[in-house]
């Protein structure tokens, strides 16, 4: 994996508890409105995976997943990557969405390179 500063290691791993924070939020609404939550609840762990691979490889840690849930991670990652990156073109220059959005992607994108790393290993 690349070599990262740590000022983009802290603010991948804030981005990543953010956003698995609000996918809680999220499923929480969604079983209260007995709405279907497969795809809510397959991007909470792909996202929970990510944070602890970054966490296991930044800080030489082990990690308890198997290659397929690696895989599985990695896909649903590339995927959710795809969406966020959508809404950042449509987002306006110098908002403070669009900064959160930079910060999604970068996380992002480190991740599914360290899920690479780990899968091709």
């Known amino acids: 994996m690349e070599n990262v500063s740590a000022q983009v290691k ?11 924070r609000k996918t809680e939020k999220a499923l929480i609404q969604m079983h209260e409105k007995n709405a279907n939550t497969t795809l809510v609840n397959s991007r909470l762990n792909a996202l929970r995976t990510g944070l602890v691979v970054l966490e296991a490889v930044w800080e030489d840690k082990t990690h308890s997943y198997t290659l397929e849930d690696l895989a599985e991670a990695r896909l649903v990652l590339i995927g959710l990557l795809s969406s966020i990156e959508a809404m950042y073109t449509k987002s306006k220059e110098g908002s403070p969405q669009k900064t959160l959005l930079e910060r999604r992607i970068t996380s992002l994108e480190l991740a599914i390179q360290a899920l690479n790393d780990l899968i091709n290993e």
């Open 10 to 20: 802290l603010q991948s791993i804030e981005s990543f508890q953010s956003t698995i």
